[in-house]
């Protein structure tokens, strides 16, 4: 970079932290610009682009960071850190802090982190207290969002706070144990951990070592392939309370975890009732996506009353990480994950006699903000006004459908070039030749434009990935790469050479490419970080951005992750081909376009493949996401589903509650089996209520006998509603409340419909297994019948602005109309067993039934909940809609429960032309009951097996 752009841009940030400081954290662009522009005429300053200053600097000091939330049980802890922080020297912390300034954290990043890490600090056990204590916490923070960053800051301030063994768990492959290490060689080491670039007995200092060199803690381990620890290395460290502070970085591997247990053991200062036991060497284990490899899969033996028995055998790398902390007198866990659902359905009592306590975090969950530059599943995918639990967003027009990789989109399907269902046997081919489809063609040619175009920004020695992620075998990714390598190749001469006798020529490709596609989203996106450029300032970087892109495989090797590193000045141009081991933890820096097949449907899977999430600072315009449209469909449940959990945790923290709290919570979600069900054991019979939620159809049939059924079960409910003499009400109004009501145009609704007419009605209904249950939604209702509770239901058909339709008992209704999501092509239809919606029922429709009383209460809640929110700014304290939903539910009589009927217009889905029936969509309300009887939902593990997990 120009020196005289890193000097003005010096010079100006530190006068806009001052006067950040002065406006209390906010700053306008017209303050940014009067900086700049005034150090601008202090000299000659050749070579500095004002327009990109002004752009960096915004993107530094403009955003901002949300406040973390946390659930604690302090239970045994003893408050330290508030009276012992004057006392530490943060001497490894203020090396790590400065480093992240030099790299150009912004401030509001970095004062984030630093507080964030004050309050984990304090939750972990003090290191100068006597005696035995044990933590277990968990860090939730967002895909792709910088986690790694954040347990490197908690690493330094734990050491330097007296913690003197430091385990970090770093995923389950050598490349990301690699990358783990190599950034903690430049966040707490301050070394190459490298041996062969030894010299002179040390390696050469780098990152934090570059700004303190007389800080030098060991490390056993280190960055290459095989630098994970082993037990030749048994001599090589110490671990006594006065000596230096030591890292161990390692897989989550049973072999190695054992070898490494067995030297802690020999080296152990003490027992305690016979076995080894190390005394006064605070341990701090690090667990990197908590997730994964850690949780005990294997069941737990329950005795009469349903206690865990102390006696059983967990998996192997569950049980030696338990080991190792059981082996401390003094020790704190912190599991890190964006995706906690597996850790939360731990059992948080099961102690086994040997290995202690299992890992459930029940110290405390602390959940990240993410920073307003980052991008997630709600800002890629977007969350429909609909979805009314939670805000709407719209989201980013970036991700393109796919529909040529396989013949059919069905789920089952096993021919074309990668099918869903494949072994590690299968040959990819495209209409029968040994090439990529047109599709992967097209997103190569986006990566290759993407490169161009940042070229012509001047982002020149950035890395810029593209990941390829269609397939878990690792024998047909080397047909995959070779495939690629040949498309890459060809583009690359035609651009070098000419086309010859192809047509059309590859630079009408392109720029058909540009004008149909990046045109249009570079203007739709508009950030303000990215430059808009034009066809003929990108058109002369073509050949450049081709000729510079290498295609390599990402197979677990910790070789892929040093390229990188090496590649650190001039920066490295890949496409990445994997399967599993791109999936987790793995980092492809500059990642810009992904090309994404994978058919898992649990919530935490997909959430942790999407690599595509994250920062894209200067680029978020270029980036591209081809997959298909089920996984569209898919990703935007889980921004909804996500964003819910959430928004429930952080309630949960407002009104005091534990990690155990949260657990139960979700572990009787009615809808949400958000992990695999291997690791829900303890869920495999999940005991659920429905009390203070709404359970709706948001997936449903094609199949027209179903729906027909459906149909007819509707029209016989309400033929019995008029047999029982229960008046019908047109056009309902809500009781008015501040001169205002609401009137439901068009709308039916019974109300006093006795609960077992509906639970006939629910029996009878037939919802798509990936759906809601309403037989289990009945058995909820009859149970808490025998309470006194949901006696009475109110019953109310909506109408939209769709079609006209007078096939109902009571006159003609007009259909409502909602959004499909996942557009399958109209010759694979018959193929495909689903269509989806996102949310089929609104906030204000919940709104339907309540009196003026109720309403107020509602709103009086959502008032009082939304004060307690300190991000939100004073005069914006009114409730939203979002918020409104769930205390409705809260104010709603226990007695009532409401089900709302939505008759949806089919048009363009399962039937054809004008005349077809709507499609019965349902949402059942029900109130608030924290006495509420649970129902039993067994769920069968081959029936997910199959629906949500890809098999060979």
């Known amino acids: ?46 070579g500095v682009d004002r327009e990109s200053l002004i752009r960096e600097l915004e993107t530094m000091l403009v955003q901002t960071v949300g406040i973390a939330r946390t659930l604690e049980d ?207 060497v605070p341990l701090l284990v ?99 006004d609909r979805d009314a639990d939670i805000d709407g967003a719209e989201g980013l027009p970036i991700t393109r459908e796919v529909d040529d990789h396989a013949d059919s989109l069905d789920f089952d399907e096993r021919e074309g070039w990668m099918p869903p269902r494949h072994t590690r046997h299968h040959e990819p ?43 878990r075998f690792v024998d047909v990714q080397h047909i995959v790469c070779r495939q690629v390598e040949a498309a890459l190749a060809s583009v690359t001469n035609r651009l070098k050479y000419g086309d010859g006798d192809a047509t059309p020529r590859i630079t009408d490709e392109l720029f058909g490419l540009w004008t149909s596609d990046y045109e249009t989203t570079m203007s739709a996106i508009d950030d303000e970080s990215c430059d808009l450029v034009t066809w003929e300032e990108v058109e002369p970087f073509l050949l450049q951005s081709a000729a510079s892109i290498q295609v390599r495989e990402f197979n677990g090797s910790a070789r892929d992750v040093i390229d990188y590193e090496t590649h650190r000045e001039t920066g490295l141009n890949v496409i990445a081909i994997g399967g599993d081991k791109l999936a987790r933890g793995l980092t492809l820096e500059g990642l810009s376009v992904s090309y994404f097949l994978r058919s898992s449907k649990m919530y935490d899977t997909l959430m942790q493949m999407g690599r595509w999430f994250g920062y894209r600072p200067g680029y978020i315009d270029l980036c591209r996401l081809y997959t298909t449209p089920d996984l569209i469909e898919w990703f935007g449940h889980i921004a909804v589903a996500n964003d819910e959990l959430r928004r429930e945790f952080d309630h949960m923290a407002n009104v005091g509650g534990t990690p155990k709290d949260y ?19 303890h869920g495999t019979r999940l005991d659920i209520s429905f009390a203070g939620k709404v359970s ?67 029996n009878g209904f037939l919802p798509h297994p990936r759906s809601i249950n309403t037989r289990l939604i009945a058995e909820f209702i009859e149970r808490q019948n025998s309470r006194g509770c949901l006696t009475s239901w109110t019953l109310a058909m909506l109408s939209g602005d769709g079609r006209a339709f007078d096939g109902f008992p009571f006159g003609e209704i007009s259909m409502v109309q909602r959004k499909w999501h996942g557009r399958i092509p109209e010759d694979q239809q018959e193929n495909h067993d689903s269509f989806v919606i996102r949310r089929v029922g609104s906030a204000r429709d919940e709104a339907l039934d309540l009196n003026s009383a109720e309403y107020q209460r509602a709103f009086q809640m959502a008032y009082d909940a939304r004060l307690l929110d300190e991000e939100i700014p004073e005069e914006d304290k009114r409730p939203k809609t979002s918020q409104m939903r769930t205390e409705m539910r809260k104010a709603r009589p226990k007695s009532r429960g409401l089900l709302l009927i939505y008759p949806i217009d089919p048009k363009g889905r399962s039937r054809e032309g004008e005349n077809g029936a709507p499609i019965i969509g349902m949402a059942a309300c029900f109130p608030e009951d924290p006495n509420a009887i649970e129902v039993s939902f067994e769920v069968n593990n081959v029936y997910w097996s199959q629906e949500y997990e890809t098999s060979d």
């Open 74 to 280: 302090s239970t045994g802890h003893v408050p330290w850190l508030a009276e012992a922080r004057a006392g530490i020297e943060w001497r490894y912390w203020s090396r790590y802090k400065q480093m992240l300034q030099q790299k150009g954290w912004s401030p509001a990043s970095v004062e984030s982190l630093e507080r964030l890490t004050n309050e984990t600090l304090a939750r972990l056990g003090n290191p100068k207290r006597d005696g035995e204590w044990d933590r277990r916490g968990m860090v939730v923070g967002h895909v792709q969002s910088g986690k790694t960053a954040n347990y490197t800051g908690l690493i330094c301030k734990a050491v330097d706070a007296g913690y003197k063994l430091i385990v970090v768990l770093a995923g389950l492959t050598n490349s990301l144990r690699s990358q783990t290490q190599v950034r903690l060689d430049e966040g707490f080491l301050g070394y190459n951990s490298d041996p062969t670039q030894e010299h002179d007995g040390a390696t050469p200092p780098i990152g934090v070592g570059l700004i303190d060199r007389s800080l030098r803690p060991d490390t056993n381990t280190h960055r290459l392939e095989k630098g994970d620890f082993k037990k030749a290395n048994a001599d090589h460290f110490n671990i006594h309370p006065g000596n230096n502070a030591l890292l161990f970085v390692v897989k989550k591997n049973g072999s190695v975890l054992k070898n490494l247990l067995a030297v802690l053991r020999r080296k152990a200062n003490n027992e305690l009732n016979g076995r080894p036991y190390v005394t006064n």
């Open 663 to 681: 657990g139960l919570k979700v572990r009787s979600h009615p809808q949400l089996l958000v992990t695999s069900q291997v690791k829900m054991r």
């Open 429 to 471: 081919s495209y209409n029968g030749r040994d090439e990529v489809p047109p599709s992967l063609r097209k997103a190569i040619l986006s990566f290759i434009l993407t490169r161009a175009v940042r070229l012509a920004r001047g982002q020149v020695g950035q890395h810029n990935s593209m990941l390829v992620h269609v397939t």
């Open 1 to 46: 970079m120009n020196s005289n752009y890193e000097i003005v841009r010096s010079m100006a940030s530190m006068m806009l932290q001052k006067k950040r400081e002065e406006a209390q954290g906010q700053l306008q662009r017209e303050a940014i610009t009067q900086q700049v522009d005034l150090v601008l005429s202090m000299g000659t300053w050749d």
């Open 286 to 384: 690090i667990d990197d996506e908590a997730d994964h490899g850690s949780v005990n899969t294997k069941e737990v033996p329950l005795d009469d009353q349903g206690v865990p028995q102390k006696d059983y055998d967990p998996t192997i790398t569950n049980q030696r990480i338990r080991e190792l902390l059981h082996l401390f007198q003094q020790s704190s866990y912190v599991g890190y994950t964006a995706t906690p659902f597996a850790n939360i359905f731990i059992h948080d009592s099961a102690p086994h006699e040997r290995y202690g306590d299992d890992l459930f975090p029940r110290s405390f969950i602390t959940n990240l903000k993410a920073p307003s530059n980052y991008y997630g599943p709600r800002e890629i995918f977007g969350i429909d």
């Open 696 to 762: 709706e159809t948001t997936v449903f049939h094609r199949d027209e006998d179903k729906l027909q059924a459906n149909m007819a079960a509707t029209v016989s409910l309400i033929r019995k509603l008029k047999e029982s003499g229960i008046p019908i009400e047109r056009n309902p109004v809500r009781d008015r409340l501040h001169g205002r009501g609401h009137k439901w145009t068009g709308a039916a609704a019974w109300k006093d419909v006795p609960a077992d007419i509906l639970c006939e009605y629910l």
